[in-house]
């Protein structure tokens, strides 16, 4: 026999052996399999599958229709995490962790079209920040370790059995989560796996974070430093009057949306069991915030602190270089009962930018945070203000200055009117105010040309009437101009404790019109 007859008969048995020992292999591994995910399946979770297919040449393990449920489920009610997965494949497998350590080790696993339920009891998204890792990282540690996950189309739900609506809900997941480490040493870290890098597109985001609110978002996409929020709802979950009625002291109802916001040069995570997050900029288009504050409940007397504690007093480091607030509008209204309607504030074509955003974790010495907004005050008037103060001083002090022009006072009717049973007419050409204070006091100076102003007074029992005789002796107390010439004043007021810090600039401009006018 020629050599070459011998090594063509060599190569064919030995392409033979390896087709015979594929064939044996992918029928033992088939066997396996089941074994591995049923009888070994040390989880809290029932794994089942309709179809499963294996291939030794390419390593690679397909499996169509998964269903998991937890093993210990009251039967006749669902209470648990319970899925649905189109197909899962897993590349690159270990021959031998398959067969010898009973672990399905692979170079990543593709999951497509994931439908996850969980059903927990309470209102609270998670009861224990824990259970995420004893209840999925743990788990899916002990049947699968890979180095990248790919997910498809995932969605996740979370129910409340108490109440059967929904805590939460993310639509369309696309995850790309690349060079894990799940370890028993990250699982003891806050972030219970580590990653080189990471990206996530969610299309759509409901979150209930109280019975006060939801939360709905458009669209998330996200990697390692960069995140980008669309068409973003934080809303009551009821009307005004019914809102008031569940409150035991007064207390702002917020109404925020926005069409989008990024975050650039963003770095986050946790530093000795620490979270951090610092970003080079955020930036806020179109955003729309109502703020409404009813009277109606008993008054909260807590102390209200400033800025600078609440920022000192974070606990974790926070940086945020530039935050910026573009072409938004603020409306405040505040109501003493629901039978005159709300007085409103309204600022128009907001805009605003902070730099050096810093909570005071840690540090020693810090810059000033320093913060400018220009805007239409009640529609008719430019606003603009400069307003500074630093984290690290314990005595909160502030400097805040500011200008309106040209402002017809007949705007402040839908705000002085309801609420102080008063309208005025005439122009304030100018207005400055230029403010120091701290959490104590506030001292400064204000400025005002002015014409033709009057005031009109109303009738208590009757508010659509004018109180004439009122109103003419209030025409004879104000000054009605001030002859072509700003008039300036001295403000010094204390602040009280219970009010915010708006509360507190208001009274100190109040205080400024009242010397001026009277």
């Known amino acids: 026999m020629s050599v070459y007859k011998k090594t063509a008969i060599g190569v064919i048995s030995l392409f033979l052996i390896l087709i015979l020992a594929n064939i044996g292999l992918n029928y033992w591994i088939k066997k396996q399999l089941p074994i591995i995910i049923h009888e070994k399946n040390k989880t809290v979770y029932n794994i089942n599958y309709e179809k499963i297919e294996v291939s030794l040449f390419s390593r690679n393990i397909y499996a169509e229709t998964l269903l998991v449920s937890p093993k210990n489920q009251p039967k006749d009610s669902k209470n648990g995490l319970f899925s649905k997965i189109e197909s899962i494949t897993i590349k690159h497998f270990n021959i031998w962790d398959l067969a010898f350590r009973d672990i399905i080790q692979a170079e990543s696993i593709i999951i497509n079209k994931p439908r996850v339920i969980l059903y927990k009891k309470g209102e609270k998204l998670l009861n224990n920040s824990q259970s995420i890792k004893s209840q999925i990282f743990e788990p899916f540690r002990k049947i699968v370790a890979v180095s990248n996950i790919y997910l498809n189309d995932g969605t996740v739900d979370v129910i409340s059995l108490d109440t059967q609506k929904p805590i939460f809900s993310i639509k369309k997941i696309i995850l790309k989560l690349e060079g894990i480490l799940l370890t028993d040493a990250t699982l003891k870290e806050k972030i219970p796996l580590q990653y080189k890098s990471y990206a996530l597109v969610v299309d759509s985001l409901f979150y209930r974070p109280s019975a006060f609110y939801h939360i709905n978002i458009g669209k998330i996409s996200t990697e390692k430093n960069f ?292």
Request: net charge positive; hydrophobic share 40%; charged share 30%.
């Open 227 to 518: 995140l980008k929020i669309n068409n973003f709802s934080n809303l009551p979950q009821f009307n005004r009057p019914d809102f008031i009625k569940r409150l035991d002291t007064e207390k702002d109802i917020y109404t925020l949306k926005f069409d989008s916001a990024q975050i650039s040069k963003m770095d986050w995570g946790f530093k000795n069991d620490r979270f951090f997050f610092k970003a080079n900029s955020i930036v806020i288009n179109h955003f729309d915030a109502n703020i409404y504050r009813g009277k109606m409940p008993k008054d909260d007397l807590s102390k209200k602190y400033l800025y600078n504690h609440l920022l000192r007093n974070i606990k974790f480091p926070l940086q945020i270089d530039t935050l910026q607030v573009l072409k938004s509008k603020l409306v405040y209204e505040e109501e003493i009962d629901f039978s005159k309607g709300p007085g409103i504030l309204n600022f128009d074509k907001f805009n605003l930018q902070a730099t050096n955003l810093q909570s005071g974790f840690g540090l020693k010495k810090t810059n000033d945070v320093k913060i400018k907004v220009n805007c239409i005050f009640m529609k008719t008037s430019p606003l603009n203000v400069d307003w500074n103060f630093n984290v690290l001083d314990k005595n909160d002090g502030f400097h805040i200055q500011g200008i309106i022009s040209n402002f017809d006072v007949a705007a402040m009717g839908r705000f002085s009117k309801p609420y102080m049973n008063a309208s005025f007419t005439g122009v304030f050409n100018k207005y400055r105010f230029d403010f120091y204070g701290n959490d104590a006091i506030s001292k400064g100076n204000a400025s005002l040309d002015y014409d033709a102003l009057k005031v009109k007074l109303y009738q208590k029992k009757n508010p659509e009437k004018e109180a004439k005789l009122k109103s003419a002796i209030a025409n004879l107390l104000v000054k009605n101009d001030s002859k072509e010439k700003a008039k300036t004043t001295d403000v010094e007021l204390e602040r009280i404790q219970e009010k915010s810090f708006y509360n507190f600039l208001w009274r100190s401009i109040a205080e400024s019109l009242k010397k001026i006018l009277i």
